[in-house]
């Protein structure tokens, strides 16, 4: 079936630190991948995604590689900021359904402290 | 801005009564809109697909007597917990599709369930 996973939290960090989020997929056909975030108490908002294998996707200093070979989406942050604190979520879609139905990994809790 | 709007943002209610969650897409039409429940500390969890002018799709093991889903209009889906129960405590969150973009989520709603 199709799953995503992702590294367990919380990941707790000290302000400019360098951030991974680990996320692999499990997918029949080809999917789109995205990466949420998710701030105490909201709903979820879209971070980035990648709609093919190779695509990078970037947004306020995050980037995440589509990567076929690995089946992965990895979320990387240069430096990461208290402002990042929220949990992130690894998500996919199939090609057939794009922006449709998304299936979510259990999500990844970031602590960033000053 | 918020392109999907879901209220209320919290509701506390009576076991045995029912609860309505309204989610409504800003100006953009949305044929299609889902619910996903998420549990604390947990991945969102898809429940339904709601369909404007037909029934609701329901993922496996959601109760669709449970949880009544009406998507009357183009910019407007609901979801109604039934006689709710402490277990039904959750935080509840929609989302619509807005063509060639991927899901808007709504900030969601916290149900407690006494």
């Known amino acids: 079936g199709n799953s995503v996973t992702q590294m367990e939290g919380p990941v707790t960090l000290s302000e400019e630190a360098f951030l991974t989020i680990n996320c692999t997929y499990t997918?029949?056909?080809?999917?789109?991948l995205f990466w949420y975030v998710q701030y105490p108490g909201e709903g979820l908002q879209l971070l980035l995604k990648a709609t093919k294998a190779d695509d990078k996707g970037s947004n306020k200093g995050f980037e995440a590689t589509y990567r076929k070979e690995t089946t992965s989406f990895h979320l990387e942050k240069g430096s990461v900021q208290v402002s990042d604190s929220a949990v992130y979520f690894c998500?996919?879609?199939?090609?057939?359904?794009?922006?449709?139905?998304?299936?979510f990994g259990q999500g990844t809790e970031l602590s960033v402290k000053p | 801005g918020a392109v999907v709007s879901q209220h209320p943002s919290w509701v506390i209610c009576k076991s045995g009564t029912s609860v309505k969650i309204e989610c409504r897409s800003l100006d953009f039409q949305a044929t299609t809109m889902f619910w996903y429940r998420q549990f604390p500390k947990q991945s969102l969890m898809l429940m339904a697909t709601s369909n404007e002018g037909s029934k609701a799709t329901y993922e496996q093991g959601v109760e669709k007597d449970k949880f009544l889903i009406n998507h009357a209009s183009l910019t407007l889906s609901t979801l109604t917990v039934t006689s709710a129960h402490p277990e039904d405590s959750s935080f509840y969150i929609c989302?619509?599709?807005?063509?060639?973009?991927?899901?808007?989520f709504g900030n969601g709603t916290r149900l407690t369930v006494t």
């Open positions: 997918a029949t056909g080809y999917p789109s």
């Open positions: 998500a996919l879609t199939l090609a057939y359904n794009q922006g449709g139905k998304l299936i």
């Open positions: 989302s619509a599709r807005r063509t060639d973009s991927p899901l808007h």
